[in-house]
T-cell receptor, first 109, second 118 residues
Framework: NAGVTQTPKFQVLKTGQSMTLQCAQD?????MYWYRQDPGMGLRLIYY???????DKGEVPNGYNVSRLNKREFSLRLESAAPSQTSVYFC????????FGSGTRLTVV | AQSVTQLGSHVSVSEGALVLLRCNYS??????LFWYVQYPNQGLQLLLK??????LVKGINGFEAEFKKSETSFHLTKPSAHMSDAAEYFC????????????????FGKGTKLSVKP
């Protein structure tokens, strides 16, 4: 029972580089989410997918793209990383309740 | 639009003392309310949730919260703090109805870091 699995756990990027954060859930949940956590800001929603085949912007979508590859997987892509995207990223899925992954700590230098 | 305000970014209590973490919400529809805990370098763990049943909700690790509609509050309490309670706590609100039964989007407060002194 893995729940929500995020990869990688840590990543350092140079400004302008691109990368994709991966998220997979094994609970057959319809909804999936990407949040970022910054000190003193709580968690802010980047993008969400209410069901397979749909994605929508959250509170802070600029600089990010997402793909709901199938019901299990929801990836977050940074096309051209900026230092302001240094953060901890959490993926979550939900049906009757939320389950969070353990996070990806991203540093952009 | 829904929002959550957590009063106090840092709270410090002595071991054995009462823990009170404050949360006020704003919502145009009956809300679902949650408290999550985050231990250092870990993800979020659900402590408890209010989903329009009993207004006093009991959660894990001895925590409880009371939904007060007149005060738009959902404060988290624990009668006696333990050293292991030191963590960051997040209050969150969602509109459960948006997705016909799924939990909808969670809107988080900025968090309160709880320190427990020996």
């Amino acid at each position: 029972n893995a729940g929500v699995t995020q990869t990688p756990k840590f990543q350092v990027l140079k400004t302008g580089q691109s990368m994709t954060l991966q998220c997979a859930q094994d609970m057959n949940h319809n909804s999936m989410y990407w949040y970022r956590q910054d000190p003193g800001m709580g968690l802010r929603l980047i993008y969400y997918s209410a069901s397979e085949g749909t994605t929508d912007k959250g509170e802070v979508p600029n600089g990010y793209n997402v793909s709901r590859l199938n019901k299990r997987e929801f990836s977050l892509r940074l096309e051209s990383a900026a230092p302001s995207q240094t953060s901890v990223y959490f993926c979550a899925s939900s049906e009757r309740g939320y389950t969070f992954g353990s996070g990806t700590r991203l540093t952009v230098v | 639009a829904q929002s959550v305000t957590q009063l106090g970014s840092h709270v410090s209590v002595s071991e054995g003392a009462l823990v009170l973490l404050r949360c006020n919400y704003s919502s145009s529809v009956p809300p679902y309310l949650f408290w999550y805990v985050q231990y250092p370098n870990q993800g979020l763990q659900l402590l408890l949730k209010y989903t329009s049943a009993a207004t006093l909700v009991k959660g894990i690790n001895g925590f409880e919260a009371e939904f007060k509609k007149s005060e738009t509050s959902f404060h988290l309490t624990k009668p006696s703090a333990h050293m292991s309670d030191a963590a960051e706590y997040f209050c969150a609100v969602s509109d459960q109805r948006r997705y016909g039964g799924s939990q909808g989007n969670l809107i988080f407060g900025k968090g309160t870091k709880l320190s427990v002194k020996p």
